[in-house]
Nanobody, 119 residues
Framework: QVQLVESGGGLVQPGGSLRLSCTAS????????MNWYRQAPGKERELVAD???????NYKDSVKGRFTISRENTRNTVYLQMNMLKPEDTAVYYC?????????????WGQGTQVTVSS
């Protein structure tokens, strides 16, 4: 059974920092691209950052230079370091990965962790 468990969310003032963690079980972690999504109230879920099995990364334009995604394969964990946080970063953040099985794909999501940026 695949499980993704996030932690690290909370309330932070504008300009502050948070580090999110997502620990996976039930998969051979180093074989999977890992993603961070977020969903703000009334908005669609959006991809924030991803990291490949080789460690290459991609970011949503609005977080480039502020957020850093990384992975620690020995701990089955992916991180999202968020600096210079803005109120518009407020959202529930989700860890995600996808498994390909033959011609099908299965998406796995964590339970989400709330990030609130407010003074």
């Amino acid at each position: 059974q695949v499980q993704l468990v996030e932690s690290g969310g909370g309330l932070v003032q504008p300009g502050g920092s948070l580090r999110l963690s997502c620990t996976a079980s039930g998969i051979i972690f180093n074989r999977y691209t890992m993603n961070w999504y977020r969903q703000a109230p009334g908005k669609e879920r959006e991809l924030v950052a991803d990291i490949s099995t080789y460690g290459s990364t991609n970011y949503k334009d609005s977080v480039k230079g502020r957020f850093t995604i990384s992975r620690e394969n020995t701990r089955n964990t992916v991180y999202l370091q968020m600096n210079m946080l803005k109120p518009e970063d407020t959202a529930v953040y989700y860890c995600h990965t996808r498994r390909q099985i033959g011609g099908s794909q299965i998406d796995y999501w964590g339970q989400g962790t709330q990030v609130t940026v407010s003074s």
